[in-house]
């Protein structure tokens, strides 16, 4: 999950470009974005739209944002 989630979504702008989660040096915050994948994967085992996740992930970005 952290593959996908990280090479589509870093919010927070955390990973240096060209890098990987597991590289050595980003160890430290590798898990930052964890709650927020499984609680979108929960979603949509519960049925959520694409969409309604899409909806939940971009309110993440924004409330970083503020």
């Known amino acids: 999950m952290r593959d996908m989630g990280w090479s589509l979504w870093d ?35 519960r049925g959520a739209t694409e969409a309604d996740i899409v909806a939940y992930l971009d309110v993440i970005g924004w409330a970083r944002q503020t």
């Open 11 to 45: 919010p927070f702008g955390l990973m240096p470009a060209g890098e990987s989660w597991d590289d050595e040096s980003n160890r430290h915050f590798a898990d930052e974005y964890d709650t927020h994948l499984l609680h979108a994967a929960g979603q949509l085992r």
